[in-house]
């Protein structure tokens, strides 16, 4: 979209962090192939690899060199561009990558003011924000991941139904409320994704029960994650998403057939579908005379004004 065209800014994209505290629960193989699958319906997505280890940047087989902008420029060098960053996978597909030394930029932003805004900031300067944004996120809740908070409107948790995968969630949704209060009131937990689901066992039941019940009994509260549920179907155990990353191949690309790429296609499609529905309700509204306008971006990646995203 030309810079100069007057609805530039009104470009809605849905922004979406995957947040999980604990490492190897699917957060990196849920937003590559969630990012594709999106693409693939034709809506441009934008990943974002916010994880040192970069492993996002691999599974897109992308190595950026030395004098290449990554993720870490854009939050230290208030100067750099993220357009500059970007990299085409494939068509609708872009990335802006990761390298190791990210890691360094908690301790290097650790005195600077604003520093879990940077990400926002910079994304603010996109030319043309895309329609879907995904941030990979790294294992931990540290600055990064503030980061990611701060600069989106939704929360999407992907879990693995094991033993103890509860707790985890609380810790999550506390420092997630508690970010909402500070950087960013408008954050909302949408979904549990699940990840390498195995349904017939007793305990995956009880636990996606007991997910199932704990979001229930949150409903009438004024929590960020009030509306969350667990997202059906599951995206089901399958070797064949573990064998793709090596080869810097999405799930579409590597295996097009298989439960792996079933799943995640279902997934985007249902991505797609809520985003859609959502933003025919508030043209409705505007044309029915019932809608205040639109506020301003927060920053070039806005969101409409909206109830909360993905309730189903
Ligand atoms: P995280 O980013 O949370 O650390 P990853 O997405 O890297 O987790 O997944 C951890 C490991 O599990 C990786 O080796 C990945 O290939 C594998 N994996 C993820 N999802 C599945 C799945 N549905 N079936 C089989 N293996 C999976
Ligand atoms: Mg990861």
Not at 81 to 96: G, K, M
Not at 170 to 178: C, D, F, P
Request: with cysteine.
């Amino acid at each position: 979209m030309p810079l100069n065209d007057p609805n530039h800014w009104r470009t809605p994209t849905r922004s979406i962090a995957l947040i999980n505290q604990k490492g190897g629960v699917g957060k990196t193989t849920t937003a590559v192939n969630l990012a594709a699958g999106v693409a693939r319906l034709g809506r441009r997505a934008l990943l974002i690899d916010l994880d040192p280890q970069a492993h996002a940047s691999l599974h897109l087989g992308a190595e950026p060199g030395p004098a290449d902008l990554t993720v870490y420029d854009l939050l230290i060098d208030t100067d750099a561009r993220a357009d500059d960053a970007i990299i085409e996978i494939e068509p609708n597909l872009q990335l802006i990558p990761s390298l190791v030394d990210l890691a360094a930029a908690e301790t290097e932003l650790a005195s600077e003011p604003n520093r879990q805004d940077r990400l926002r900031r910079s994304l603010a300067g996109l030319q043309a924000p895309p329609e879907f944004l995904f941030i990979d996120c790294p294992p931990s809740l540290g600055l990064l991941t503030l980061n990611a908070l701060a600069a989106v409107r939704e929360v999407v948790i992907p879990m693995q139904a094991h033993f103890l995968a509860l707790q985890g969630v609380g810790k999550l949704l506390e420092t997630v409320g508690l970010v909402g209060r500070g950087v960013n009131p408008q954050l909302v937990v949408s979904s549990v994704v699940l990840t390498s689901h195995e349904e017939q066992t007793t305990l995956a039941k009880e636990i996606v029960a007991d997910l199932d019940a704990f979001f229930a009994s949150q409903r009438q509260t004024d929590n960020p994650w009030r509306s969350a549920r667990v997202r059906r179907p599951a995206i089901r155990r399958n070797i064949k998403l573990a064998e793709c990353p090596s080869f810097g191949k999405t799930i579409f690309d590597y295996a097009p057939k298989c439960a792996g790429a079933e799943d995640y296609a279902s997934l985007a499609q249902s991505f797609v579908r809520e985003w859609d529905s959502l933003l025919e309700r508030i043209r409705e509204r505007r044309a029915s005379g019932n809608d205040a306008e639109t506020p301003g971006p927060r920053g070039g990646v806005t969101v409409p004004d909206e109830d909360r995203l993905g309730a189903s």
